[in-house]
């Protein structure tokens, strides 16, 4: 018997996980509060609802009820993912799978009862990582758009903190290597030092105008 989905929130993670399930004929009902996250599926989802993910009798109404299992890729807004799981909960889904920005809002969702908490990020920096360091390659392209790169840190980083570099460049560093061991938990106010090794990710764009002050 074929099971039934939800996407909840259509960020980049949740847009990539909604479409896979679409192509691959799932069964999906999308979520988002957004209408204009719903640009590039629209044509390819039936089951399609603007709506506030938090409220109960919103999710009810689309359908979102009962399901096998339902993603909730809202993670920027921790507020906002907690009330969510919580009326998934109480709306009988069977399992449910959370996006997670932090150690903290993972275990909080787990203390919610959320059968699966993803680190995105943090999940992709460790399989970037070791592509990136088996191949000695520079950089890698996630899709059209997005890529991830590895850098010795230099003139240009040396002395600036992950929060400014996320900033004033864009990009997000997931991962520092400083001396033999990669750190993945990295705060925004850790300053970088020259020999520093970054892994970053951003837009093409953004990136390829980083690669070329580095390059410099």
């Known amino acids: 018997m074929a099971k039934s989905f939800a996407v909840l929130g259509l960020g980049k993670f949740g847009y990539h996980v909604a479409l896979g399930l679409v192509e691959s004929g799932e069964s999906v009902i999308l979520c988002d509060n957004l209408e204009s996250s719903f640009v590039e599926l629209r044509d390819k989802a039936e089951q399609i609802f603007v709506l506030d993910c938090t409220d109960k009798m919103a999710l009810k109404e689309a359908g979102v009820s009962e399901l096998d299992i339902v993603i909730v890729s809202i993670g920027e807004n921790i507020e906002a993912s907690i009330l969510t799981v919580m009326a998934l909960k109480e709306l009988g889904n069977k ?3 959370a996006k ?4 903290t809002h ?4 787990e203390k919610l009862g ?18 990136l360091t088996e191949s000695n390659a520079e950089d890698i392209e996630l899709s059209a ?21 996320r900033e ?3 990009v997000k560093i997931v991962a520092v290597r400083r001396g033999d061991s990669w750190e993945l938990d990295i705060e925004s106010t850790f300053i970088l030092q020259r020999g520093d090794v970054v892994l970053f990710l951003g837009s093409k764009k953004d990136i390829e105008k ?3 002050t580095i390059e410099k």
Do not use: H, P, W
């Open 95 to 97: 399992k449910v799978i």
């Open 100 to 103: 997670a920005i932090s150690s």
């Open 106 to 109: 993972g275990a909080i969702l």
């Open 114 to 131: 959320v059968d699966e908490v993803i680190y995105a990020e943090k999940q992709a920096a460790k399989r970037l990582l070791s592509e």
């Open 145 to 165: 758009n997005m890529r991830a790169c590895k850098a010795v840190v230099t003139s240009y980083f040396v002395k600036r903190s992950v929060g400014t570099i």
């Open 168 to 170: 004033e460049d864009n």
């Open 210 to 212: 980083i690669m070329e």
